[in-house]
């Protein structure tokens, strides 16, 4: 035991254990200072992101569902008060999804 001590001790006197000193040129500043300019800006950034967020309306989940405006109903009765004669499309669906588009374009219904 007594020998590792005195290896342990010949060790620190040597300056084994000594952390170096950084020399801190022109070159090593400007970069710390660049880098140290960079985390601040990233804070703020941060930062402004949060206050941002936090102003924009939230919708709880709770709340009921917004009520459909359109329906077929509603536009066949539009259509009615128009003038227009809608007898016989109670059965006639609205939506594009039945003729394939390139006969839309061209107005050719199946």
């Known amino acids: 035991m007594e020998e590792l001590e005195k ?3 010949l060790r620190e006197e040597a ?3 000594a952390v170096p000193k950084l020399e801190l040129d ?3 500043l400007e970069i710390r200072n660049l880098a140290r300019k960079i985390r601040e800006r990233k804070a703020i950034m941060r930062q402004e992101t949060r206050v941002e967020a936090s102003t924009k ?3 709880p989940r709770s709340a009921p ?3 459909r405006e359109r329906s077929v109903s509603h536009l066949r009765d539009k259509m009615e008060d128009l003038g227009v ?3 016989g499309t109670e059965d006639v669906s609205y939506s594009f999804s039945q003729c394939e588009p390139n006969k839309l374009i061209l107005g050719i219904f199946i």
């Open 7 to 9: 290896e342990e001790q």
């Open 15 to 17: 300056g084994y254990y």
């Open 26 to 28: 022109d070159t090593l």
């Open 57 to 59: 309306p939230t919708l």
């Open 65 to 67: 569902a917004r009520a």
């Open 85 to 87: 004669n809608m007898a």
